[in-house]
């Protein structure tokens, strides 16, 4: 049984034990009304407390048994609130850490809560694409007020509860400790004449509500366009306010059901577990001892070094940032400063923090600085002869044990750890620009990296906020190595008879951030020139559109020169279709004698999106990546891959891989199929019927 049922004082202490967080569960929920009943026999029992065992009160429902025959057996979490709400003995949730989801929500159905300091509490059922359905788009606005409810139910949120002390949430807040005082609280009111108070039971009071409720279902509506949760939530709490708690609690329940069942719902669970998922890696035990990372260092304080310190800064850790000039290190220090400001203009950051951050730097142009980082992280020039230098210099000068780091974005890390005698300690960590803002951070593991080299830097990640993946050794890894097969098919669509102002705009309308085009433009074209003049040194025999390299030979690279393959008004960032441009495009198909065709939408997302999967079905083979969802969270949190939809293998998961490899197959017969050689465990998933995830 997840529940522990003990006695204290006459009163009952129900104590959720369900690790990690107290999830409710069949057996948590068992557990409740069991206790429940047993304290209402117990003529000794004159009240109780419910509470939670380590480090949650309740994570809320357990998200695992979703779409399972266990989500549906009694008791379920309704029964269990209304076994609480029935109870005739006081019943106190004390809360601690963490409440959210089901866990407020029975929390919420109590006669009393008395709540930590510091404890998170949200109704996030909205991230994962559903939205609370026991009863808290009923009663928090009941609790706490219309407005304030609706903000936590819409966003999904966590407020401190020290913030919500005077809410009307909370009958108490603990000083000392939660549950002595919890017990204490119950006993007193267990001297009160029932009945005892139920939120239900409460009005919610409003000077116009049902203004406030249409204009946040319009503002809701347009900010959540592709994802249906936000807006039932409003609607749910609509209902509630016109037409009384039972029918706004039938209402929630509805939707609830329909909302688990939506393919966003899914994709957006996917994307929870995949998060955590990613963290764990096959053969690396989960209580491998991590090294101490108290200072950090980088190398190189350009575009990426200057992001990649102000990671570090942010989360207090002490970075020496070293330059080869002078000049150069001033540049990157007025940099990072320049960025804190900007954030500091927008309210993000106050001016005392700024300087505390700031304080945190040691610039320096010496490597013996760096003898006491226990991090090193090299972000120099793109070029192996660069590294060379840097990472034999880091050799002599690191202290042992400190782990060695390159944020590569090409080259190959096990060269790169050859140039040390400590390849074990040599790991890659490729953050992507910018590194202060992004959230993907995909860790390359050597082949020589030690297993407690990636606890670490795993762990470190989740501190300084990044989802991290792991990702084998090959040329651009997870995420390059799957664009630059999607940007083929871009290309090669341009020259078959799209323009790149369609290409983007079927692929931005499919959900991504941003289209192929409009990214290039943004992050350079000069650097995927700069990848196919490697390519065909390399791999002479790879086919490649040419348009693009046409398009750079013209000095087009993008948004920093003013032109790429859009045009741009100077200290604008606005895309304008370029009438030059395309031009040109239908100039290279007449000179390839190549006949134009109208290609339609579903085509370009098709291929494209296709050939994102393609690849990442041969990165899974080669073990690249060690699960499909590490590809899914490389994609959504650092490609701008639409979040309802998961995740490019995951979607291929929802659109079927049968459906996938026919239409691969089919490319493969058409003009440019060559670039279609379909993965040979797609093609074998597709026959059996199987999904990546
Ligand atoms: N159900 C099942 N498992 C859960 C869970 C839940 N509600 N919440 C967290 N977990 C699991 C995680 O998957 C993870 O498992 P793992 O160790 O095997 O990877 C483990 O608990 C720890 O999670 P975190 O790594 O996220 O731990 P943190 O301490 O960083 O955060 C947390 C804890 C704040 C509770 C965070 O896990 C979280 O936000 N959880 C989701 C909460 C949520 O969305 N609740 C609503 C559920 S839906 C609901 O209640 C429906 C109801 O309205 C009917
Ligand atoms: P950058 O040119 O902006 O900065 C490089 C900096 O390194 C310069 O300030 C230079 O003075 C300094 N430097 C060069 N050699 C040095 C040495 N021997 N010792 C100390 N400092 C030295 O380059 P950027 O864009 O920051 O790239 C750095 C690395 O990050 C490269 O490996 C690149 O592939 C990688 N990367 C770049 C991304 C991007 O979008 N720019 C994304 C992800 C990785």
């Known amino acids: 049984m997840a529940v522990d049922y003990s006695i204290r004082d006459g009163v009952a202490v129900i104590t959720l034990n369900n690790p990690p967080v107290n999830g409710l569960g069949l057996s948590t929920r068992t557990g409740i009304v069991e206790g429940v009943a047993r304290a209402a026999q ?51 949730v004390a809360i601690h850490s963490v409440a959210m989801g089901g866990g407020l929500e029975l929390a919420l159905s109590a006669h009393y809560r008395i709540a930590a300091p510091g404890a998170q509490i949200a109704l996030p059922e909205v991230k994962l694409g559903i939205l609370p359905g026991a009863g808290g788009t009923q009663r928090l606005p009941r609790a706490i007020g219309l407005e304030a409810a609706l903000n936590m139910i819409v966003s999904g949120a966590p407020v401190l509860s020290d913030k919500l002390a005077t809410s ?20 007193k009111a267990a001297d009160k004449p029932g009945p005892h108070p139920l939120v239900r039971d409460r009005k919610i009071e409003h000077p116009n509500a049902e203004g406030f409720l249409q204009f946040s279902r319009n503002t809701v509506a347009a900010m959540s366009k592709n994802y249906p949760a936000p807006v039932k939530c409003v609607d749910a709490i609509a209902m509630g306010v016109k037409q009384g708690f039972d029918v706004g609690l039938a209402f929630e329940r509805a939707c609830f059901v329909e909302l688990v069942q939506t393919p966003e719902s899914h994709a957006l669970r996917h994307a929870f577990f995949g998060e955590r998922a990613a963290s764990k890696i096959p053969d690396v035990p989960s209580g491998t001892a991590v090294r101490e990372i108290a200072e950090v260092a980088v190398i190189g304080a350009g575009t990426m070094g200057g992001g990649i310190a102000m990671n570090f800064l942010n989360a207090g850790i002490p970075v020496t940032l070293l330059e080869m000039k002078q000049d150069a290190l001033d540049r990157g220090l007025a940099t990072i400063r320049k960025n804190y400001e900007v954030q500091l203009k927008k309210g993000k950051l106050t001016a005392e923090k700024l300087e505390a951050r700031m304080a945190l730097i040691r610039p320096t142009l010496s490597y013996d600085d760096l003898a006491k980082a226990d991090l090193i992280i090299e972000a120099v020039f793109e070029e192996l002869g660069v590294k060379e230098q840097v990472f034999k210099r880091l050799d002599e000068v690191a202290k042992a044990g ?31 620009s910018p590194a202060n803002v992004m959230k993907l951070l995909e860790v390359v593991r050597g082949k020589d990296t030690a297993k407690d080299v990636l606890a670490t830097v795993m762990q470190l990640a989740k501190k300084i906020r990044k989802t991290a993946v792991v990702s084998g050794v090959c040329d651009g890894f997870i995420g390059n190595r799957m664009i630059e097969q999607y940007i083929r098919q871009a290309l090669y669509m341009l020259e078959e008879g799209a323009l790149p102002a369609q290409i983007d705009r079927a692929i931005e309308k499919f959900g991504f951030a941003m289209g192929p085009f409009r990214m290039s433009d943004l992050a350079g074209n000069d650097i995927g020139w700069a990848i196919r003049k490697r390519r065909y040194q390399e791999q002479p025999d790879l086919k490649y559109s040419q348009i693009a390299d046409r398009l750079c030979e013209s000095g087009r690279f993008g948004q920093k020169t003013g032109a790429g393959w859009y045009d741009y008004k100077p200290g604008e960032r606005a895309a304008l279709p370029s009438a ?20 339609r939408d579903e085509e370009i997302v ?16 080669e073990g690249i990546a060690s699960k499909a969802s590490d590809i899914d969270m490389v994609y959504l949190t650092g490609y701008g891959f639409p979040l309802w939809r998961g995740g490019p293998m995951f979607y291929a998961d929802t659109v079927g891989l049968y459906n996938v490899a026919r239409a ?23 026959d059996e019927h199987g999904t990546f995830n």
């Open 664 to 686: 691969i197959r089919g490319y493969a017969r058409e003009a440019n199929g060559d670039a279609w050689q379909i993965a040979p465990s797609l093609a074998a998933l597709a």
């Open 168 to 187: 009307g949430l909370f009958d108490a807040m603990a000083k000392s400790d939660l549950l002595d005082e919890a017990i204490a609280f119950a006993r």
């Open 402 to 432: 400190a782990i060695l780091a390159s944020n590569t974005s090409t080259l190959d890390l096990n060269k790169i750890a050859a140039f040390t005698k400590r390849p074990q300690d040599v790991v890659g960590m490729h953050f992507f």
């Open 42 to 92: 117990d003529p000794a029992i004159t009240a109780i407390v419910i509470t939670g065992a380590g480090k949650a009160f309740s994570g809320g429902a357990d998200i695992t048994e979703f779409n399972t025959p266990a989500a549906l057996q009694e008791p379920s979490l309704d029964t269990v609130i209304k076994t609480v709400e029935q109870s005739t003995k006081p019943v106190v």
């Open 606 to 621: 098709e291929r494209l999106v296709y050939a994102l999967v393609n690849e990442g079905a041969k990165i899974l083979a």
């Open 580 to 599: 030059l441009v395309d031009d040109m495009i239908l100039a290279y198909s007449n000179e390839a004698g190549i006949t134009r065709r109208k290609i």
